[in-house]
């Protein structure tokens, strides 16, 4: 892809070029003298026009070959002269100059009839023909335009200080009559310099030829406004006069002048040359001659026609430093071979001319001509790559280019022909499709000397790596970021920006974060400087969350984004701190961590999974056991499959929001307060869920203050606001923020409003996913995730408001130890609270009380016996109802406001570290038809530590029937600790205990056996004797015998499943300790 800049810029280079000493394309090899039939003495007139004694503009330096080719044109006008006037000059020509002679008939009066000729130049209605004045009008006013700007552009004041002064082109100086265009010849040729020119001379004029949306800078200097002007003047009319004869007699003449005399004079001289100098320099001798000349020749040599000469270097555009210049004079064999070469080259005998360059290279090395050298270093490398044939090697041809390149840079000091040099080589490449070489060789023409050049060239490398046959799309987006720097440099901020915009859709993602930053700060600056301020806004938003840069750097990022902002919204008329800016990445928000709940939640209990299982479990007991009515089922499984948050009326809610400072320097938040949007209707919005977005250039709220309070009421509910917070460098925060909802309905939170730096309002809306989706196997494959409703609020009318709170459990307890607690539940809603149960996920643990037997002894004093009547049926012990105290003749009901005590008692069941998870499910003394029941979580730890290892062992009694002797040995565990045994408790349906080994009449043997010191182990005996009120006869109610009836039963396919087992009466028998301690 070439683009039009690129495109003028290589029509610059190869367009404009002067006569140098090292090359000959430039040097005339014909000299064109034109003389009128109606001149009063023609041939003494072309004498005078050609004396060969008097040096001609052309031919006046050393290094060109004075002996060129004269043809001789006779113009015969008929309005002038007769024909055979004309003819008979013509013969006379042809006698004394031979056949490079021509006679052109041309009409020099205008073609409609006209009273007075100046008359006639001063009508602009007489046209010339289309087809005749274009083939003069676009190259000559082309030429004229870019010859006008080049001038212009030099004559700035300032042109001495647009960059350092480089050598870049021959082609231009500080006058446009210097300037010679390929194809003419200007009378002011004599009068060039050096072949050397400043770099900033080819800066401007190519890329101001483009649309106005290419200029040069945002804001166009005076000198830029009069090139557009100049461009939008009238154009020349060319060939007014001229017709269709006239026309086709100049290409006559020109065809004959080309195919009859100028290529047959080259020719001859080729064979000239060939014979004369090259095949002498071939041959045996010629080696030995300049072998002898290398060894042995002396570095002082006098001036000859046969000799390399120094002359002064002469001109406003000679490099720094450089006083003279060698040149070979046009006699000499080196200078001869390679005007030989240049011939055969300008012929297309590319084979022959690669031979005479290679074969006079040598000798330019040798003698250590570096610009000579360079010239046909270039010139070898495009023979081998113009001619029809397969590259021997593509690296001699690349290592031909590169030297070619490195010495006109470094010790000819002329980045012209090295700038010249890479075009050609980039052009011959691309016809070839090598687009993988030719980055290498535009990268090798990115110096410093020119912004502009380099940025042309690094903007083509990049194209050409998209144009491979394996795009390197990474290697494009980064040489168009570093095009896009030397754009910028160069004070072509168009060009500039559009680099970087193009690298930036190649450098998304995460992958390549600093380099995304890098460029989206570039955009920021570029868009700035055009005064684009609302994407240069953007662009900087994007990059201040930059934590890859040092605290300065970001310091220096927010600095400007403020300022620019300021300046934004200045110019926009809006209200930075009320008009919202998407997109702000300051501070980050972690959604996924964004939770609601009431005011009476606890922090940890926010595992969705444990919880959701445990609530559909008490939920199903619920219904089963009748605490939910079955006309509330359907309602109950919905509000469980909502995972909305319930608040009722004037209860308040809590959001929780974490916020991350990812910079290294301290950031301001100010007027913190939430986005909400509330609906009457209680049911979700389906259609919202699937848009699942909010706006981001919401405008903050304004609410009204509530009185005493930092709540701000918005009609139908009420936020908190923060007036403002301070982020430390890498502190992350969570904010609590309350949320009064005022009217029924549905609320949901969508954002967090916040004003950076006390300058920049944003408005951060929540995007937060529910749980993944695997049921299908698209669902698989793709990460689909469930629409979230955590941040929704199902409001309700008053309801009671559950708030626990366990009293007196340790941290630690002992494996098999005891502990009471108190369980205190209060009210905090509007309605009274019944129907409590609860779910713990630790059954084995925990046992409720009642109300009454707060303050009751966990361990009896003295021998105790009692029968205990319990109920033999299979239920979920980990659902308990807890008992609630009767109030104003409402039993089991606790009122709004009001506080209640249970007793209960926790078990070191199992030793390790345990998170008690403890669900609270209560309903509302008066119907609610938006809600079956409300639940409430709460979780607390408790780690159990080894106590004691005990053995049991059994045998029968010796001394009298249905009794056992028990043994039972007690190891204690603790290093420390000392163990005393404070009670020994059996239950059994027909079984009673008594001491054997333990004498409970005396205290110091109960204290000597009863005691278990640390790591020692104790044995005690007791004896088990059936209880003698137990009635035999009913024996065959026992649970085994029950069972045992049940499975007879069944196997006879005649049970009767609705029959419940009898109960069970258990006797317990209680042997204390304790009153001896």
């Known amino acids: 892809m070439v683009t039009p800049w690129y495109a003028d810029f290589r029509r610059l280079i190869l367009s404009y070029r002067g006569i140098a000493e090292h090359e000959t394309f430039d040097h005339p090899v014909a000299t064109l003298i034109v003389i009128s039939s109606a001149n009063p003495d023609p041939m003494g007139t072309i004498m005078q026009l050609y004396n060969p004694n008097i040096p001609s503009f052309t031919v006046d330096k050393p290094y060109v070959d004075p002996n060129i080719l004269r043809f001789y044109l006779l113009l015969h006008d008929p309005h002038k002269t007769t024909l055979e006037h004309s003819q008979s000059v013509f013969e006379k020509m042809k006698r004394t100059f031979g056949l490079h002679c021509h006679m052109l008939t041309i009409n020099s009066r205008p073609r409609p009839p006209a009273t007075d000729f100046f008359d006639e130049l001063a009508n602009n209605d007489v046209m010339a023909e289309d087809h005749i004045r274009m083939i003069w009008e676009k190259e000559l006013n082309e030429s004229q335009s870019i010859e006008t700007k080049l001038q212009m552009y030099a004559d700035q004041p300032n042109f001495s200080h647009q960059s350092q002064l480089v050598p870049l082109s021959p082609a231009l100086s500080g006058a446009s009559s210097d300037l010679v265009r390929s194809n003419a010849t200007s009378p002011s040729i004599s009068g060039l310099p050096s072949n050397t020119v400043h770099s900033t001379d080819l800066q401007v004029g190519p890329l101001e030829m483009n649309e106005s949306d290419e200029a040069l800078s945002s804001k166009p200097s005076p000198t830029e406004g009069q090139l557009i002007s100049d461009a939008d003047s009238p154009a020349v009319q060319y060939g007014r006069y001229f017709t269709d004869d006239d026309i086709e007699a100049t290409r006559s003449m020109v065809k004959e002048l080309v195919v009859q005399s100028l290529i047959p004079f080259m020719e001859r001289n080729i064979q000239h040359w060939n014979e004369q100098v090259a095949s002498a320099r071939r041959g045996l001798t010629g080696r030995l001659f300049g072998a002898s000349r290398r060894f042995f020749g002396t570095s002082s040599r006098t001036a000859s026609p046969q000799s390399m000469q120094t002359i002064p270097a002469t001109g406003p555009n000679v490099p720094p430093g450089m006083t003279t210049v060698m040149i070979y004079p046009y006699a000499a064999p080196e200078a001869q071979m390679r005007k030989l070469a240049d011939y055969a080259f300008m012929i297309r005998d590319y084979k022959f001319a690669h031979a005479i360059y290679d074969t006079v290279r040598r000798d330019y090395a040798t003698e250590k001509a570096y610009k000579y050298h360079a010239g046909t270093q270039e010139m070898i490398g495009l023979c081998q790559l113009i001619m029809n044939q397969p590259l021997a090697s593509k690296n001699d041809v690349d290592r031909n280019f590169e030297l070619a390149v490195q010495q006109y840079l470094g010790r000819c000091r002329s980045p012209f022909y090295a700038t010249r040099t890479t075009v050609m080589y980039y052009e011959l490449l691309k016809a070839r499709r090598m687009w993988r070489e030719i980055p290498t060789a535009l990268v090798r023409m990115t110096g410093e000397d020119s912004d502009l050049r380099s940025a042309l060239f690094l903007e083509q490398a990049a194209h050409c790596f998209l144009r491979a046959p394996r795009p390197l799309v990474r290697k494009y987006g980064f040489h168009l970021v570093m095009a896009g720097h030397r754009y910028g440099k160069a004070a072509q901020r168009h060009h500039a920006f559009r680099c970087y915009k193009m690298a930036s859709f190649i450098l998304t993602g995460d992958q390549w974060s600093v380099a995304k930053n890098h460029v989206q700060f570039a955009l920021g600056r570029q868009a700035f400087h055009l005064g684009h301020l609302e994407e240069a806004v953007s662009y900087f938003a994007d990059v201040l969350a930059d934590t890859k840069q040092t605290p300065q750097q970001q310091l220096a990022h927010v600095r400007e984004f403020l300022f620019i902002y300021r300046q934004y919204t200045s110019q926009a008329g809006i209200d930075p701190l009320k008009v919202s800016l998407p997109h702000l990445a300051l501070p980050t928000i972690f959604d996924q961590m964004i939770r609601i709940n009431l005011f009476n939640s606890q ?339 408790v780690q159990v530590l080894p106590s004691l290892k005990i053995n049991a062992f059994t045998r029968p009694s010796t001394t009298g029937t249905n009794e056992f002797i028990l043994g039972i040995e007690i190891e204690n565990l603790q290093t420390v600790a000392n163990f005393d045994l404070t009670q020994l408790t059996l239950a059994s349906p027909a079984w009673t205990i008594v001491p054997l080994s333990i004498n409970m009449e005396s205290k110091d043997d109960i204290q000597e056996k009863a005691t278990v010191p640390a790591r020692q182990t104790s044995f005690a005996y007791y004896k088990i004797k059936r209880i003698e009120s137990v009635d035999l006869a009913k024996h065959s109610d026992s649970p085994e015998a029950w069972t045992s009836n049940a499975l007879e039963a069944l196997l006879n396919n005649d049970a009767d499943r609705s029959v419940a087992p009898p109960p069970l009466d258990l006797h317990i028998s209680k042997l204390a300790f304790v009153s001896f301690w």
């Open 603 to 941: 922090s940890n209990t926010e595992t969705q999974e444990e919880w959701a299982a445990m609530e559909m479990e008490l939920l199903e007991e619920n219904i089963t056991s009748g605490y939910i009515a079955k006309s509330k089922k359907a309602l109950a499984i919905e509000q469980q499959d909502d995972n909305r948050v319930v608040c009722a009326v004037g209860e308040p809610a809590m959001a929780h929001i974490t916020l991350y400072n990812p910079l290294q320097i301290s950031i301001q938040l100010s007027h913190l307060v939430l986005g909400c949007k509330h609906r009457a209707s209680t049911q979700r919005d389906t259609k919202e869920e699937a848009d699942g977005t909010a706006d981001l250039d919401e405008t903050m709220p304004q609410g009204t203050p509530v009185t005493g309070t930092d709540m701000l009421s918005y009609g139908d509910f009420e936020l908190q606001a923060i007036p403002d917070i301070t982020l430390e460098p890498l502190e992350q925060r969570t904010l609590h923020l309350a949320i009064v909802p005022r009217r029924e309905g549905s609320l949901k939170v969508t954002g967090l409003h916040y004003t950076l730096n006390d300058l920049v309002h944003s408005f951060r809306p929540f995007h937060k996913k529910g749980r993944r989706l695997n049921a299908t196997k698209e669902q698989r494959m793709t990460p689909t995730y469930a629409p979230d409703r955590t941040l929704d609020i199902l409001v309700t009318s008053p309801m009671p408001l559950l708030d626990v709170a366990f009293h007196q459990i340790p941290e630690t307890i002992l494996s098999g130890e005891v502990v009471q607690a108190v369980l205190e539940i209060n009210n905090r809603g509007h309605k009274g609270l019944t129907a409590l149960r609860m779910k713990s996920s630790h059954p084995s643990f925990i046992c409720v009380g009642q109300p009454d037997e707060l303050g009751k002894r966990i361990y009896s004093k003295s021998l105790l016996f009692e029968t205990c009547h319990i109920d033999n049926r299979i239920y979920d012990s980990s659902v308990i109802s807890i008992p609630l105290p009767s109030e104003n003749d409402r039993p089991g009901i606790v009122g709004p406001g009001h506080t209640t005590l249970v007793p209960l008692w926790i078990r070191g069941d199992r030793i390790g570290k345990h998170s008690f998870k403890f669900l609270f499910s209560y309903q509302s003394e008066e119907e609610n038809t938006a809600i079956a029941h409300r639940t409430l979580r709460y979780a607390l730890g």
